[in-house]
């Protein structure tokens, strides 16, 4: 692995490449089916670790969910806030997250609870329960779970050692990603934009190929930007429907009793992945695979301007 890159990684995610990258190493040439097994394996492993602070946070909401005491005097919500503290100031101190994505995790933060906050006042889901560490009717947790997205966003970049063909201009996504946000409030007083903004979103993205390395040699694999973002959302959905479940939050058609988040959510998380990609832009710069297999690649630039 090239020194730039293998220095970008915690302790953790380096012991992680070197065993994906030993044990392909003791499998080759013992059969094509063993090492796409293994290697799939390895793929899912660092999926699962980029999903680390998210899957921390899914796991408190419902421990809390199932067995958080009645009649205590700390609210489950202000006790939901502690905890999420907690995960991420154990992240920092272990160094499991490094304090260059912080402010970008901390960004994702505050957008999510600007939105939060709007959409509860409008009626688009509310939260139950009471507690100290709340925020105009928006516990103070929920801005953890916009920044589990973004906590997952960087990590993939520095896992994978993410290159990028055909990305379109930052200064587009940019915008793209501005108009997303402006529509996620917009909507409820003139037209709902969405599905204009997705057209925008295939034909700016519907030429960029993400390269990706899954482990330290230098093979290489690839996939459309849009499939990426399409799984990313659809996962997304898939850990909503764990976290209402757990009471997170609740939406108006779940008054009654739990149900299925509706599947057409995931244009609304599709549409979300476009600003949660144009924030980890500011730092991780998006850069082409570059002609020359051998040549050493550098990790991702920050945004220098």
């Not at 009717?137 to 063909?165: I, K």
């Not at 997705?198 to 459309?224: E, G, I, K």
């Not at 990609?277 to 991702?300: G, I, K, W």
Request: proline share 5%.
């Amino acid at each position: 692995m090239p020194t730039e890159r293998r220095s970008s990684l915690t302790p953790v995610e380096r012991r992680l490449d070197a065993w994906a990258h030993q044990r392909l190493e003791a499998l080759e040439g013992r059969g094509r089916v063993r090492g796409v097994l293994l290697e799939f394996a390895v793929f899912t492993a660092k999926q699962a670790w980029a999903c680390v602070f998210g899957a921390l946070m899914l796991l408190l909401l419902l421990a809390t969910h199932l067995w958080y005491p009645e009649g205590v005097a700390l609210s489950r919500s202000d006790a939901l806030v502690i905890g999420a503290v907690g995960i991420q100031a154990l992240m920092l101190l272990l160094k499991l997250e490094s304090g260059r994505e912080l402010w970008v995790i901390v960004l994702f933060h505050l957008v999510g609870t600007a939105m939060e906050v709007f959409k509860t006042a409008v009626g688009s889901w509310y939260y139950g329960g009471e507690g100290l560490l709340w925020i105009a009717g928006v516990p103070l947790y929920t801005g953890f779970m916009y920044a589990a997205v973004g906590s997952y966003m960087v990590r993939v970049f520095r896992l994978f050692d993410l290159r990028f063909d055909h990305y379109p201009p930052r200064w587009a996504t940019a915008l793209l990603g501005a108009a997303v946000y402006a529509n996620f409030f917009g909507h409820h007083y003139v037209f709902d934009f969405r599905w204009v903004l997705l057209a925008l979103v295939v034909v700016l993205y519907a030429r960029c190929v993400m390269h990706f390395r899954n482990h330290r040699s230098q093979d290489w694999r690839r996939m459309p930007v849009l499939a990426a973002f399409a799984g990313v959302a659809f996962f997304i959905w898939v850990a909503e429907n764990i976290a209402t479940f757990a009471g997170a939050w609740i939406y108006p058609n779940q008054d009654d009793g739990w149900e299925l988040v509706s599947l057409s959510k995931l244009i609304s998380w599709l549409l979300l992945m476009i600003i949660s990609v144009v924030l980890v832009t500011f730092v991780y710069r998006p850069q082409p695979l570059r002609a020359d297999p051998e040549e050493p690649v550098a990790d991702p630039a920050p945004l220098s301007r």
